[in-house]
């Protein structure tokens, strides 16, 4: 069984400075890793992906992640983050034999960016 | 990009009514959809796997029975809510399985009083 946990709930930072959100995973096989962003009443926008290849993964709005094996962490940076950053991120997990299918979920981390 | 909708988004009923929820893929096909639950300020709770023409399987602790998935097409897969209760009041979101990824719906507030 797979599970996921980001270490930090509630993340505070002010704006242009550098973030990084944490997260660990657990798996006996190997895995997909997922970001997602979620705005206030909103679904899911993927953020970005590590599914093989280099173990930094660029993703939109200026984030990266950086894939460990050895620590089994996917933690989120960003360089300078913006008040539009303001929201909960969820950090996802999904095994190969199932190719991409089922996700299991972070608890996610909410970062409130302030002025 | 892959757009899924949801519909409605926001709706209130009364207890011991029933509400169908609709996920659609609008530029795509899917033949698995997901079903979600979130409460405020917790994680997405996965309710069931949808695949279209085949029975749902709901994850443990889900009541097939209260919480009706049915995945006619392609696009559409449908959650109906049964004889809810103020206890399902929740965010529901759906997303769409394509190769290695999800996309997801923008999800459906229920308010049941």
Not at chain 1, 72 to 92: G, M, Q, W
């Amino acid at each position: 069984a797979q599970s996921v946990t980001q270490l930090d709930s509630q993340v505070p930072v002010f704006e242009e400075a550098p973030v990084e959100l944490r997260c660990n995973y657990s798996s006996s096989v190997s895995v997909y890793l997922f970001w997602y962003v979620q705005y206030p009443n909103q679904g899911l926008q993927l953020l970005l992906k590590y599914l093989s290849g280099s173990t930094l993964v660029k993703g939109i709005n200026g984030f990266e992640a950086e894939f460990n094996k050895s620590q089994t962490s996917f933690h989120l940076r960003k360089p300078s983050v913006h008040i539009s950053d303001t929201a909960e991120y969820f950090c996802a997990v999904s095994d190969l034999d199932n190719q991409g299918g089922k996700l299991i979920f972070g608890q996610g981390t909410e970062l409130s960016v302030k002025p | 990009g892959a757009v899924v909708s949801q519909h409605p988004s926001w709706v209130i009923c009364k207890s011991g009514t029933s509400v169908k929820i609709e996920c659609r893929s609008l530029d795509f096909q899917a033949t698995t959809m997901f079903w979600y639950r979130q409460f405020p300020k917790q994680s997405l709770m996965l309710m069931a796997t949808s695949n279209e023409g085949s029975k749902a399987t709901y994850e443990q602790g889900v009541e097939k029975d209260k919480f009706l998935i049915n995945h006619a097409s392609l696009t559409l897969s449908t959650l109906t809510v049964t004889s809810a209760h103020p206890e399902d009041s929740s965010f529901y979101i759906c997303s769409a399985r394509v190769p290695y990824e999800q996309y997801f719906g923008p999800g459906t507030r229920l308010t049941v009083t």
